[in-house]
């Protein structure tokens, strides 16, 4: 298992950094849906909103390998690759991510999605695509 340098974390918990997440079908179709909501929890663990994630859900049941990317301007991003655990509707991380989502844009989620991290690599240059130890 990977883990992910201060900086990488720091950028998935910027409030003003972009966030996608990446999944597949079984036969590899892919999805790329756009969430606010990924944080950093450790070095080895991505949490995120689940709120209308019919698509993403449906992928995860199938392929539970994913990506995430974290990026903002002036160009620093970091890509994480890794193994989709399941959700959870209760404990620390769903209370956390309930309130900041319920306040930021009024909204309930379903439930916390966990990512167990599995390589990391940065999308900024001049290192864009470089695996990071």
Known sequence: MAKMPKMVMDLFNDPHSYKA????????????????????????????????????????????????????????GYQVKGLFEGFKTSGPAFENLSKRIKEAINLDINAVGFIRVEEVYSVAPPDAGKKID
């Open 21 to 76: 997440l990446a999944t597949s079908t079984r036969d590899g179709v892919p999805n790329v849906s756009p969430k606010h909501s990924i944080v950093a929890l450790d070095e080895e663990t991505l949490a995120f909103a689940d709120i209308f994630g019919s698509k993403t859900n449906r992928n995860l049941e199938e392929n539970m390998r994913v990506a995430a990317v974290a990026w903002k301007m002036p160009p620093v």
